[in-house]
Nanobody, 123 residues
Framework: QVQLVESGGGLVQAGGSLRLSCVAS????????TSWFRQAPGKEREFVAV????????LYADSVKGRFTISRDTAKNTVYLQMNSLKPEDTAVYYC????????????????WGQGTQVTVSS
């Protein structure tokens, strides 16, 4: 089992920045691909970004490309999401998730999920 705990959410004005953290505990010796998803009220959960276990492969949703950066510190079992130039449409609950295989943008392919952290961007 792996437990994921997100932190770093909050209220920020449009154009501002936040850094989210996702700390893993438990069976962290297994090589997991880790992603960030988000879910706005009344909408489906959507893929934001993914980083491979090695950190060498990173992919982003078109809506955040150039503004968000995903990274991981394997020694700290932590994955980060640096969010810059935030927009009101980025408002959502952000979740981190871990998988061993499967399509990176398919929520059904993830084995573990965190509880989420709220990000609110005011205009």
């Amino acid at each position: 089992q792996v437990q994921l705990v997100e932190s770093g959410g909050g209220l920020v004005q449009a154009g501002g920045s936040l850094r989210l953290s996702c700390v893993a505990s438990g069976r962290t010796s297994i090589s997991y691909t880790t992603s960030w998803f988000r879910q706005a009220p009344g909408k489906e959960r959507e893929f934001v970004a993914v980083v491979s276990w090695s950190g060498g492969v990173k992919l982003y949703a078109d809506s955040v490309k150039g503004r968000f950066t995903i990274s991981r510190d394997t020694a700290k079992n932590t994955v980060y999401l640096q969010m810059n130039s935030l927009k009101p449409e980025d408002t959502a609950v952000y979740y981190c998730a871990a998988q061993t295989s499967g399509s990176v943008d398919d929520t059904n392919s993830y084995d573990y999920w965190g509880q989420g952290t709220q990000v609110t961007v005011s205009s």
